[in-house]
């Protein structure tokens, strides 16, 4: 009955925002690890950001430090994945997802429940 449920993606210019997030249902998000992951067309998914919700430690890929910033919203019980300076290579379906544990920095094999995808689409 764990569902993740993405909302937040569209299409946007270069340097533009989106703000993405992940809700749940039949999940709390308390002491979990929350991750976005992304996959563009013929590629495979990649880790893009995650959070320890346990004491909120956070985790970036390298390409979007400093214009992507993941955080959670514990009385909304959501994680929000905040996309600054966008550039047409953050296009790509987003997804969300969560595992058991402290060890966030994981692969997508690490994770066990799954969003079902949102676009984000960045123009030049």
């Known amino acids: 009955q764990v569902q993740l449920v993405e909302s937040g993606g569209g299409s946007v210019q270069a340097g533009g925002s989106l703000r993405l997030s992940c809700a749940p249902s039949?999940?709390?998000?308390?002491?979990?690890?929350m991750g976005w992951f992304r996959q563009a067309p013929g590629n495979e998914r990649e880790r893009v950001a995650a959070?320890?919700?346990?004491?909120?430690?956070?985790y970036y890929a390298d390409s979007v430090k400093g214009r992507f910033t993941i955080s959670q919203d514990i009385a909304k019980n959501t994680v929000y994945l905040q996309m600054n300076s966008l550039k047409p290579e953050d296009t790509a379906m987003y997804y969300c997802?969560?595992?058991?544990?402290?060890?966030?920095?994981?692969?997508?094999?690490?994770?066990?429940?799954w969003g079902q995808g949102t676009q984000v689409t960045v123009s030049s």
């Open positions: 959070i320890y919700t346990g004491d909120a430690t956070t």
């Open positions: 997802a969560s595992r058991a544990g402290q060890s966030c920095w994981l692969t997508v094999a690490n994770y066990n429940y």
């Open positions: 039949g999940y709390t998000y308390s002491s979990k690890c």
